[in-house]
């Protein structure tokens, strides 16, 4: 059975840092395309930042510059460090690894409130 467990979220000041993670158990990330994504109240599921299974990242327009996404895969483990939070970040962060006919998998998300 495949799992997802994100932990790392939280409550922080504007400005301030946090860095997710996200493991994975009965599959093995190095197959996958791995992804962050976000959805907030009232609103769409996003996506915030993906890498691939050869290590090319792509970071959502808007969080350019403030977030960095990488992976370990012996740890079998994928990471969103997002430094200088804003109010606008505030959501659920939801961590996804799909491949093809290999499956499409989430998590049951994190949550990350932004406030002063």
Wanted: with cysteine; glycine share 14%.
């Amino acid at each position: 059975q495949v799992q997802l467990v994100e932990s790392g979220g939280g409550l922080v000041q504007p400005g301030g840092s946090l860095r997710l993670s996200c493991t994975g158990s009965g599959i093995i990330f190095g197959i996958y395309n791995l992804g962050w994504y976000r959805q907030a109240p009232g609103k769409q599921r996003e996506l915030v930042a993906r890498i691939t299974r050869g290590g090319s990242t792509n970071i959502a327009d808007s969080m350019k510059g403030r977030f960095t996404i990488s992976k370990d895969n012996a740890k079998n483990s994928v990471y969103l460090q997002m430094n200088s939070l804003k109010p606008e970040d505030t959501a659920l962060y939801y961590c996804n690894a799909e491949y093809r006919s290999f499956g499409d998998y989430w998590g049951q998300g994190t949550q990350v409130a932004v406030s002063a």
